[in-house]
């Protein structure tokens, strides 16, 4: 099977994709046939070597986290999910065409959208959820910023915090607008021209921005005040896909490549050149 690993940490060229033998799953573990994996910021921060205390990773180390496909076989001792169940979650070392992954991290996908858009939740929505819903409680009537609401957790933070009933003021550059009002955004300012209002009850940033104004809330990703680091909750997931499945929540994909693409994916991140969650196809 293809799998795209590094043998050393360095720069997007120790990417490379090459074949290795399919995983054979274990007692309590699945096989799951990949359909796509989504690249995540914090990947270059493993590839470059940076945070090992964060970004822990032997070598040679398969690359990505999100995963959606579909269960190929079952190890000893599963009941839960059979050969041909549509699932996806959070796993280390999605990015290929095999893994094998416990049985208990992973949840069912939603079926209302193609499988391979589903690898773009795990990480982002789940992020997005946590801030929402555990480290901001949103309520209703709360005045919202979303700094940083054109990318890929911005998204679906978006579309969480007004479900929660917030009025959402949401920062975007102009190619990104059109879709976060679309997501329901009650307002949208272009940060490249408009100054951030100061007059909100919550803040999530999203983004690095030492400009973001203060609020009686602030939620961060992106380190300083009230930063957090989002844990893999699979019964929330579950919860996402209800959401979906639903057409309470949408998903939205900016780009999708197929593997070998991942190279030029993480060196387009580094240069800033990325918006939104993009996906890497298997088939």
């Known amino acids: 099977m293809r799998a795209a690993r590094i043998h050393e940490f360095g720069d997007a060229s120790v990417i490379r994709v090459e074949e290795v033998p399919v995983p054979r799953p274990g007692p309590g573990e699945v096989l799951v046939e990949v359909a796509a994996t989504a690249f995540n910021p914090s990947e270059v921060g493993l590839r470059s070597g ?60 939603p079926r209302s959208i193609p499988l391979a858009d589903a690898a773009a939740v795990p990480v982002a929505g789940l992020t997005a959820w946590q801030a929402v819903h555990e480290h901001a409680r949103i309520e209703p009537g709360r005045r919202v910023l979303v700094n940083g609401a054109g990318g890929g957790v911005g998204t679906f933070a978006v579309q969480l915090a007004k479900l929660a009933g917030g009025h959402v003021i949401a920062t975007a550059s102009p190619r990104s ?7 329901g955004a009650d307002e949208v300012i272009d940060y490249t021209t408009t100054p951030l209002p100061a007059d909100v009850d919550v803040l999530l940033n999203l983004i690095p921005a030492a400009h973001a104004p203060a609020s009686p809330v602030t939620v961060s990703i992106a380190g300083g005040e009230g930063h957090f680091v989002m844990r893999y909750d699979p019964a929330q997931l579950t919860a996402l896909a209800a959401l979906i499945d639903e057409g309470r929540l949408t998903v939205e994909i900016a780009e999708s490549h197929p ?17 939104g969650k993009v996906t890497l196809l298997m088939g």
């Open 50 to 109: 940076l945070l090992p205390e964060v970004f822990r990773a032997s070598l040679p180390h398969t690359l990505g986290w999100d995963v959606s496909g579909t269960v190929a076989e079952t190890g000893a001792g599963v009941s839960d999910l059979a050969a041909g169940d549509r699932v996806f979650g959070m796993v280390d070392g999605a990015a290929a065409e095999y893994v094998a992954a416990p049985a208990d991290v992973l949840a069912r996908a």
């Open 177 to 183: 607008a059109a879709a976060v009002r679309r997501l």
């Open 259 to 275: 593997l070998p693409a991942l190279p030029r994916v993480h060196r387009r991140a580094e240069a800033g050149d990325l918006r």
